[in-house]
T-cell receptor, first 115, second 117 residues
Framework: AQKVTQAQTEISVVEKEDVTLDCVYE???????LFWYKQPPSGELVFLIR??????QNEISGRYSWNFQKSTSSFNFTITASQVVDSAVYFC????????????FGAGTRLFVKA | GAVVSQHPSWVICKSGTSVKIECRSL??????MFWYRQFPKQSLMLMAT?????????EQGVEKDKFLINHASLTLSTLTVTSAHPEDSSFYIC?????????????FGSGTRLTVV
């Protein structure tokens, strides 16, 4: 079975703090993709990153960085120097063949960044 | 590129009426579309997969007679909530598989917030 676990339901930080959102996944596929999406209060899903199972290189994009570790089945997301505009729900997701190539979402982590 | 336009963004309807939500792929042909439902403060749950020209495949527990999905063209899929009730109030969002990205490339509509009163 495929599963994505985001154990942190809500996180509250003060602006300029760094924050890491955890994501642990389960899959029997050798080929799979992992994603992070941001969902602001307006509701739309904003794509942040896609990473395939063969690429364990960490990635940095501005204040965002991702740490992919197959050994621990984790794909964690760090926001450096958080800003109020980062307040949103963040979803980690997985797509793999045994799941019929359907997007499996984690429960989401609600991030509050206070000024 | 690869934009899916979803309408309406929000809708309020009376209990017992039907509501249609549209998703259009603007710059590509979407042979496969997915419909998700999201209750407040919850994750997105897949309702059904629709392939152009064929019947939709519904996930377990989703009433296919209540949530009618039509994917009659390569650029349009619709979800009709029939005889809506307050418990159908939710956020509905569509997703389309993007050509050229295999089974791993998807783009999402902006969502529809349905409130049944």
């Amino acid at each position: 079975a495929q599963k994505v676990t985001q154990a942190q339901t809500e996180i509250s930080v003060v602006e300029k703090e760094d924050v890491t959102l955890d994501c642990v996944y389960e899959t029997r596929d050798t080929t799979y993709y992992l994603f992070w999406y941001k969902q602001p209060p307006s509701g739309e899903l904003v794509f942040l990153i896609r990473r395939n199972s063969f690429d364990e290189q960490n990635e940095i994009s501005g204040r965002y960085s991702w740490n992919f570790q197959k050994s621990t089945s984790s794909f964690n997301f760090t926001i450096t120097a958080s800003q109020v505009v980062d307040s949103a729900v963040y979803f980690c997701a997985l797509i793999g063949g045994t799941g019929g190539f359907k997007t499996i979402f984690g429960a989401g982590t609600r991030l509050f960044v206070k000024a | 590129g690869a934009v899916v336009s979803q309408h309406p963004s929000w809708v309020i309807c009376k209990s017992g009426t039907s509501v249609k939500i549209e998703c259009r792929s603007l710059d590509f042909q979407a042979t496969t579309m997915f419909w998700y439902r999201q209750f407040p403060k919850q994750s997105l749950m897949l309702m059904a997969t629709s392939n152009e020209g064929s019947k939709a495949t519904y996930e377990q527990g989703v009433e296919k007679d209540k949530f009618l999905i039509n994917h009659a063209s390569l650029t349009l899929s619709t979800l009709t909530v029939t005889s809506a009730h307050p418990e159908d109030s939710s956020f509905y969002i569509c997703s389309a598989r993007v050509p050229g990205q295999g089974n791993y490339g998807y783009t999402f509509g902006s969502g529809t917030r349905l409130t049944v009163v």
